[in-house]
């Protein structure tokens, strides 16, 4: 991804004169790693490899053993893959990857949410199954820095990731392609010992132990090699942990809550001194407003329509600036008052409109996945 601008034009070329693609792409993706983009260089990768796998064969034709280059293969695609399981791991298991479903997603209907945004809500809302997700990562991602335990490691990683790009292909994630090669070069790793496994797991067999092939046989250059590894792992671990916890404290809601923080229902919304009346055509009546981090807060009109808003509160004075990303920012144009706990007004100007809301907080444990907890012990399916 680093090096895609500077192969830009001539694969951009490669798509469009030999793929047959007729309408225009980015090179970045946009975060997706399925773009057509991706596939063109998957494309070229593989005509590389043929013709270059050819030419090799037709210049060294009498050579029965690669056992140095695979050697350095193999350990090529374990640190890949090592690096790849901590980050995706360490990222799950602090709930950096998947959030619990945030205010908008708990009053969006099922029925429009996408593929994507289903898995993304399913994996955010229970932190234990993303806990134990992302800890299988990197159970398998540390067993394949030893060579002795890097069958178990790539078996882990093929069993994990198999079940990663499943949910890829099914709920239309972009993240197929490598998740389908994380499971190929685990796999490459795994045949390796394929014949033992298979005798031990399959034909009920004995196997006999034997030594790992190195091109270096220097007891000094391994035994320098096992101190690095004893101290880079743990390195690795701690920050990984470190790091993690940072992004968890700079992501969760629970550590920006602003003063205001809910999910607020309009009961009154007085617009230019007139009542409007809750219709569900109108796309300009406040039907709840969503106050989940700080600095920000998101208006859901009666049409559903999410129009987000710069809301920045002043508690000292109660007034809020509340102006849209289209609109001209407006020092504290808004004032409230909190009557109750759970009830809120507000009024002020957005541009040249002046209006007056009277709010109630929802109840959270009104939404059935966030007060459902965990039970040992269930009579009958809780199934809402």
Request: charged share 20%; hydrophobic share 45%.
């Amino acid at each position: 991804m680093f090096t895609s601008s500077l192969f830009e034009t001539p694969f951009k070329w490669i798509g469009k004169s030999l793929l047959g693609f007729s309408y225009n792409f980015d090179v970045s993706g946009y975060g997706s790693g399925d773009n057509t983009y991706a596939y063109i260089t998957l494309f070229v990768n593989f005509v590389l490899a043929v013709i270059i796998t050819f030419l090799w064969s037709v210049l060294k034709p009498n050579r029965k053993e690669y056992n140095k280059a695979f050697y350095w293969f193999l350990v090529v695609l374990r640190v890949f893959i090592i690096l790849a399981m901590l980050l995706y791991g360490f990222v799950k298991v602090f709930q950096i990857q998947f959030q619990p479903p945030s205010f908008v997603k708990l009053l969006q209907p099922l029925g429009e949410f996408s593929p994507m945004g289903l898995a993304w809500t399913y994996m955010g809302y229970s932190k234990g199954f993303g806990m134990f997700a992302g800890v299988m990562e990197i159970l398998g991602g540390v067993l394949l820095i030893w060579r002795r335990t890097s069958t178990l490691g790539a078996f882990i990683v093929i069993g994990v990731m198999t079940q990663v790009a499943m949910m890829n292909l099914m709920f239309d994630i972009p993240v197929k392609l490598f998740s389908i090669h994380l499971i190929l070069m685990a796999s490459i790793i795994f045949m390796t010992d394929i014949k033992r496994f298979l005798a031990v797991f399959i034909k009920n067999k004995s196997t006999e132990a034997y030594d790992f092939y190195h091109p270096e046989t220097s007891k000094s250059y391994h035994k320098t090699i096992s101190i690095i590894k004893k101290i880079t792992l743990p390195i690795l671990l701690i920050a990984g942990c470190a790091l993690g916890y940072l992004g968890q404290l700079n992501i969760s809601d629970q550590n920006h809550r602003p003063a205001l923080y809910g999910i607020w229902e309009t009961k009154t919304f007085i617009k230019n001194n007139d009542t409007i009346p809750p219709l569900t055509t109108d796309s300009h009546r406040w039907r709840y407003l969503l106050i989940e981090r700080k600095g920000k807060a998101v208006v859901k009109t009666m049409t559903d329509k999410l129009v987000r808003h710069t809301f920045e509160t002043d508690t000292t004075e109660n007034k809020i600036s509340i102006y849209s990303q289209y609109s001209i920012k407006d020092s504290l144009n808004f004032e409230f008052d909190l009557p109750k706990p759970n009830l809120l007004k507000l009024w002020g100007k957005i541009e040249s409109d002046s209006i007056f809301v009277t709010l109630k907080k929802k109840d959270l444990n009104e939404f059935h996945l966030h007060s459902r907890g965990f039970n040992w012990i269930n009579e009958r399916p809780y199934n809402k």
